[in-house]
């Protein structure tokens, strides 16, 4: 089914968890009988390098043509800690060059250079992102990072002693490429600043709504050292923040040397990941009796956040026919449906006007006091939330016993 491992080349990627054909998370519908594309969801797990990666990902035309997405519509609180660690890191000057692969609308770059940074380029495949970035003045070049376009830049821009990618290296399905590219645009001794979504954080919370179709791989700090080992660059340092789940920062400087995997690395990730593909159908019937516990005496479920996390978890666990409806504030999403599982899209309100007695949170767990501060009416009249997104403190019982 997979040719080859995206990280190492191996053929030996098995699957691990089938979830079954489901639509895009970010394509809503008009009406609820659209028809829909839909595409296997199957997570594998490589057995040569420990990457756990989709097994048919998408061809990402299917969605990044019109990605319509800007990272600054979602809140980073972590982005003042990491421009502190990019000021600290020893020997890079202000005027030093600093580039970005992936980098949307230009909005960490910006950053960097309100401290004071002067030479910064970004790149970035989505128009929406690349006009949003030029708008905010951050020179940004549309394209997607591949050996050419790096030998491109690097004869124009000159290579970096910064390299920084954000909540990209989980979307690319060819990561040899992306690596020789990097090997391309790093001079040696530069430092590398790489984040991607924490997969083992997922493994472990269990979290089973971040496997969704654009995230093709999905790093634990292991993998994601190998990654960066195998381009030459040093892991000095790993810290985790909380960014729609928990995120993984790597720190490193480019060597120029590949570094050796440690075959051990291998045999650990291999045990998670057999552990989660374990826990996956007892999650999945727990989850089902606990809303049928919920639902006794005739009470209504309603779901709070309709997101890809949201949705990609709805319709893995066929939960669609036990949610009356969704509930989102994005004025956009709105009188649509959710794709998949078709749940019909309502303001707040709905929560109160229909008596609802159970809500479902699926927001980032630092919103949820949030949210919850906003729905007073809701809970006087005896309704009540928990949440479906790790780590919450809200999140019903069975979650720590499956
Ligand atoms: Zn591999």
Not at 274 to 299: I, M, Q, T, V
Request: aromatic share 10%; proline share 7%.
């Amino acid at each position: 089914m997979k040719p080859r491992c995206d990280l190492c080349a191996d053929s030996r990627v098995t699957p691990l968890i089938e979830f079954g054909a489901h639509p895009i998370a970010h394509h809503f519908l008009t009406d609820p009988a659209q028809a829909e594309y839909t595409h296997p969801v199957t997570l594998g797990f490589c057995e040569a390098c420990g990457l756990t990666q989709l097994m048919d990902p998408i061809p990402p035309e299917k969605f990044y043509t019109d990605y319509n997405w800007l990272s600054s519509w979602k809140w980073n609180p972590h982005v003042p800690r990491l421009v502190e660690a990019i000021e600290q890191m020893p020997g890079l000057m202000k005027p030093s060059p600093v580039f970005e692969a992936g980098s949307n609308d230009g909005t960490f770059l910006a950053a960097l250079r309100e401290r004071g940074f002067t030479k910064l380029l970004g790149l970035e495949p989505a128009q929406d992102a690349v006009t949003a970035a030029r708008k905010l003045g951050v020179e940004t070049v549309r394209a997607y990072f591949t050996p050419a376009v790096a030998r491109e830049l690097a004869a124009s821009f000159g290579q970096c002693d910064l390299f920084i990618t954000r909540q990209v290296l989980e979307h690319v399905t060819n990561l040899p490429e992306f690596a020789e590219a990097m090997r391309v645009m790093l001079r040696p001794g530069a430092r590398v600043l790489a984040e991607v979504p924490d997969f083992g954080f997922n493994q472990t919370a269990p979290d089973y709504s971040a496997i969704w179709e654009e995230h093709v791989n999905h790093f634990t700090a292991e993998t994601l050292t190998r990654f960066l080992n195998d381009v030459g660059v040093e892991v000095t340092h790993v810290e985790t923040a909380m960014f729609s789940g928990q995120i993984l920062i790597a720190f490193g400087t480019y060597t120029g040397n590949r570094i050796a995997p440690k075959a051990a690395a291998v045999a650990e990730s291999r045990a998670k990941a057999l552990a989660y593909r374990d826990r996956w159908p007892k999650f999945r019937a727990a989850l089902h009796s606990y809303l049928d516990s919920e639902a006794k005496g005739g009470r209504k479920i309603a779901l709070y956040g309709a997101g890809c996390r949201s949705s990609c978890l709805i319709n893995y666990t066929g939960l669609s026919s036990r949610l009356a409806f969704a509930v989102d504030d994005q004025p956009e999403k709105q009188g649509r449906f959710m794709p998949g599982s078709r749940l019909a899209v309502r303001p707040s309100e709905a929560l109160v006007l229909e008596n609802v007695g159970l809500c479902l949170l699926a927001v980032n767990a630092e919103n949820e006091e949030k949210v919850i501060a906003r729905h007073a009416e809701f809970l006087r009249r005896g309704g009540r939330f928990a949440s479906i997104h790790p780590p919450s403190p809200r999140l019903p019982a069975f979650w720590k016993t499956v």
